[in-house]
Nanobody
């Protein structure tokens, strides 16, 4: 079965960096685009970033463009989200996502808190 396991979240001061990881299994990772979403308290889950199967193309939400970088290692079945210049408004639970056979799969999420 599809499994997505996020890690790397934590408490960080504004302006600092974090790198999230998502380890995937149960499907052919190298053939699927991978996505990051986030959900802040009291808000809808929102798209953050996506990367194509070979990693040649990426896309970002306007709110994170220029600060976040999505990447992947197909040999390790892992997708990453490098988050720089973090802001308090980036505080959220971050989720890894894959669409497979018209079904969305989600990890359990990892909490990122940006606060001084």
């Amino acid at each position: 079965q599809v499994q997505l396991v996020e890690s790397g979240g934590g408490l960080v001061q504004p302006g600092k960096s974090l790198r999230l990881s998502c380890a995937a299994s149960g499907f052919t990772f190298r053939s699927k685009s991978m996505n990051w979403y986030r959900q802040a308290p009291g808000k809808e889950r929102e798209f953050v970033a996506t990367i194509t199967p070979a990693g040649g193309s990426t896309n970002y939400a306007d709110s994170v463009k220029g600060r976040f970088t999505i990447s992947r290692d197909n040999a390790k079945n892992t997708v990453y989200l490098q988050m720089n210049s973090l802001k308090p408004e980036d505080t959220a639970v971050y989720y890894c996502n894959v669409l497979r056979w018209s079904e969305n799969y989600w990890g359990q999420g990892t909490q990122v808190t940006v606060s001084s």
